[in-house]
Nanobody, 121 residues
């Protein structure tokens, strides 16, 4: 059974940084693309960053380029999202997700429960 468990969210101030983690279990994830989505209140869930199984390919949504960095540790089966220079508009629930292929665009078939990131101005 595939499980994704996020951690690392919290309440921070504008300009602060956080590192989100996603512990994966239930299979070997190093062959599959994984990503981070976020959903703000009243808005659709949106992919903000993705990484290929090998880590050689990445994707970032325009609003987070230069501020967010996605990475993965295949030994620990853990996905990370380093989020820097946080802005109030980054406030959202952040979800870890995994594919059954190596396509950054998905589809994403496995989801974590989400971790809340709140950025105060």
């Amino acid at each position: 059974q595939v499980q994704l468990v996020e951690s690392g969210g919290g309440l921070v101030q504008t300009g602060d940084s956080l590192r989100l983690s996603c512990a994966a279990s239930g299979r070997t994830f190093s062959r599959y693309a994984m990503g981070w989505f976020r959903q703000a209140p009243g808005k659709e869930r949106k992919l903000v960053a993705a990484i290929s199984g090998s880590g050689s390919r990445t994707y970032y949504e325009d609003s987070v380029k230069g501020r967010f960095t996605i990475s993965r540790d295949t030994v620990k089966n853990t996905l990370y999202l380093q989020v820097n220079s946080l802005k109030p508009e980054d406030t959202a629930v952040y979800y870890c997700a995994a594919t059954d292929n190596d396509w950054l665009a998905g589809p994403y078939d496995y989801w974590g429960q989400g971790t809340q990131v709140t950025v105060s101005s």
